[in-house]
């Protein structure tokens, strides 16, 4: 039993030192990551940053464009509804009239 409780002082002893030096090198590894995800979190703040500034003046912009023109912007965009319905009723002259022999239009009809 003496012999055991020899053996295991010193073993005890030279342990103490290696788990304090494993547990501060874990700690440094842990303030390195902290700092690693800050650094990216504030690179994806700036970019965010940059990219809500871009769409604050797109925005501002299209809000002039309103403004500035007023009801005509909205009559306008009516008219293009309008005319796209008439396109795509299949209304209107066909652009290639078939010549049947040689005869006109109106012997065609």
């Known amino acids: ?15 103490i030192p290696i788990v304090a030096i494993w547990t501060k090198h874990q700690q ?5 990551q902290i700092g690693s995800t800050a650094e990216q979190t504030a690179e994806k703040a700036a970019q965010y940053a ?12 299209l809000e002039r464009i309103v403004t500035d023109r007023g009801y ?13 319905q008439v396109e795509g009723s299949g209304s ?10 040689g005869k006109s239009r109106k ?3």
């Open 1 to 15: 039993m003496e012999g055991i409780i020899a053996v295991l002082i010193p073993i005890f002893a030279l342990s």
């Open 92 to 101: 209107g002259v066909p652009l290639s009239i078939p010549n049947h022999a």
């Open 107 to 109: 012997e065609n009809v």
């Open 28 to 32: 440094k590894l842990a303030e390195m």
């Open 72 to 84: 005509d912007v909205a009559t306008q965009i009516e008219a293009l509804r309008d005319s796209r």
């Open 50 to 61: 940059s990219q809500v500034q871009r769409l604050e003046d797109r925005v501002q912009v």
